[in-house]
């Protein structure tokens, strides 16, 4: 039987490499220690921060 996981494999790269590049994004404008540690679960936590943003934003 062939086992269909290629797709799931995909969606974790891409989240991996969004979590990476959320890192860069947070750690640039981090500025103090405090920061810092924010800026580590933001770039875990990425997708809720952007769709927070986005609604934010379509709120207007």
């Known amino acids: 039987m062939a086992n269909n996981n290629a797709g ?4 974790g790269a891409l989240y991996g490499l969004g979590m990476f590049g959320a890192w860069v994004w947070f750690f640039q404008q ?3 220690f405090w920061t810092f540690i ?3 679960f933001q770039g875990l936590l990425w997708p809720a921060w952007m769709v927070y943003d986005v609604f934010g ?3 207007g």
């Open 38 to 40: 924010l800026a580590f």
């Open 30 to 32: 981090a500025d103090s």
């Open 8 to 11: 799931a494999a995909g969606g």
């Open 57 to 59: 934003f379509l709120a």
